[in-house]
Structures are given as C-alpha cells and as structure tokens.
C-alpha cells in the first residue's frame, strides 16, 4: 500500500503548483481522499476533501476559491491544484486516503516565497 505525493516546490507568490498523490495497492475508487497540510510550528490542518467518485469536493475556508481538488480514478490518482498562492500556504502538504482504513502519503514540501 502505498500513497506517494509529488510536485511540491518552491514557488513566488500569486504562483500556481499542482500536487498529485498517487495510490498503489488498495482499491482506490472507494476511498475518499484528504489533504492536509503542516506549517513549521503548528498543528496539521485539513485542507480539502473529495470523495471517492469525485462528484463533491469541500475546501477549508483559507483556501476556497484558490485551490481545486480532482481525481483520477482511472489513474489512481488525486490532484491538487493550488493558484494565487500566499506565503502563508507554506507547509508540508499530505494526502490521506479513507475508507473503512486510512492511508498517509510522506507528504511533500510547498515553500511560498519571494
């Protein structure tokens, strides 16, 4: 089982960067997937949400209108679509696949700076 997440980076702000999370090893399509980020210092957060067939997402509100959530179950992927980004968004980003169990990816780095 395996939840790998990738496209993290540096980026300036009002920039864009898309994360992915990519699941082997469970059946993907009946899972519903979250992604959660860490700030140095602070407690995680929950950032989005969408569950397993993709027809209803839900965003924490720092973060709607800014970010989408999408899937690709055909992929066995998640996607995470951040633009007009802010400092503040710096944080070690995490997706976190549930069903009846749940699946943490290592997470991946996004710095937010100029």
């Known amino acids: 089982v395996q939840l790998v997440e990738s496209g993290g980076g540096l980026v300036q702000p009002g920039g864009s960067l898309r994360l992915s999370c990519a699941a082997s090893?469970?059946?993907?399509?009946?899972?519903?997937v979250r992604w959660y980020r860490q700030a140095p210092g602070k407690e995680r957060e929950w950032v989005a949400t969408?569950?397993?067939?993709?027809?209803?997402?839900d965003y924490a509100d720092s973060v709607k209108g800014r970010f989408t959530l999408s899937r690709d179950n055909a992929q066995n992927t998640a996607y995470l679509q951040m633009n007009s980004l802010k400092p503040e968004d710096t944080a070690v980003y995490y997706c976190?696949?549930?069903?009846?169990?749940?699946?943490w990816g290592q997470g991946t780095q996004v710095t937010v700076s100029s």
């Open positions: 976190h696949a549930r069903s009846t169990v749940g699946y």
């Open positions: 090893g469970f059946t993907f399509n009946i899972y519903a």
């Open positions: 969408i569950d397993s067939t993709g027809g209803a997402t």
